[in-house]
T-cell receptor, first 116, second 112 residues
């Protein structure tokens, strides 16, 4: 079975500082990994994904994430946080070897608070 | 470009009442999903449909039924609502497995 863990319920960072939101996954084969952001009272918005190739992927709003196969991690990063980055962030995994067909599993979410 | 449209946006039900949440996508996606979001629990998959004509249970299917009416529409039905089903419900759709899912704006359901 595929699963995702986000070990931190909340991450606090000062504006201008780098941020990291952690994600680890479990799948039987090579994963497809995604990050989404949710602003209050809104649906989820796609940020970036890792499918294959370069382990460092870049996405929207200056975010990037690093795929680490040996540590089964896909941490979200940004070099300089903005107050407007404050939101709820979700990591998700899809196992292309899963015959269940395209099932997408999410982590519990991490609330990012960026303080001025 | 509508994307994924969910109706209604808000609903209050009494225990035991039934209702159907509607979802439609205009992106010609094969796969559609229903999730519920509860505080501290993230998004949990209720049911999904990998293609028109197929549906499968997710992590928390009890108390729900779904219908993939056609390629565009995927509805979620609560036959006898319970307070434990108070949640925010999201519909999503996706195309090929290496592409991202697109989400609706959510339905906030309260069962009293």
């Amino acid at each position: 079975a595929q699963s995702v863990a986000q070990p931190e319920d909340q991450v606090n960072v000062a504006e201008g500082n780098p941020l990291t939101v952690k994600c680890t996954y479990s799948v039987s084969g090579n994963p497809y990994l995604f990050w989404y952001v949710q602003y209050p009272n809104r649906g989820l918005q796609f940020l970036l994904k890792y499918i294959t190739g370069d382990n460092l992927v870049k996405g929207s709003y200056g975010f990037e994430a690093e795929f680490n196969k040996s540590q089964t991690s896909f941490h979200l990063k940004k070099p300089s946080a903005l107050v407007s980055d404050s939101a709820l962030y979700f990591c998700a995994v899809r196992d292309p070897n899963n015959n269940a067909g395209n099932m997408l599993t999410f982590g519990g979410g991490t609330r990012l608070m960026v303080k001025p | 470009n509508a994307g994924v449209t969910q109706t209604p946006k808000f609903q209050v039900l009494k225990t035991g009442q039934s209702m159907t949440l509607q979802c439609a996508q205009d992106m010609n996606h094969n796969s559609m999903y229903w999730y519920r979001q509860d505080p501290g629990m993230g998004l949990r998959l209720i049911y999904y449909s990998a293609s028109e004509g197929t549906t499968d249970k997710g992590e928390v299917p009890n108390g729900y039924n779904v219908s993939r009416l056609n390629k565009r529409e995927f509805s979620l039905r609560l036959e006898s609502a319970a307070p434990s089903q108070t949640s925010v419900y999201f519909c999503a759709s996706s195309g090929q497995e290496d592409t991202e899912a697109f989400f609706g704006q959510g339905t906030r359901l309260t069962v009293v």
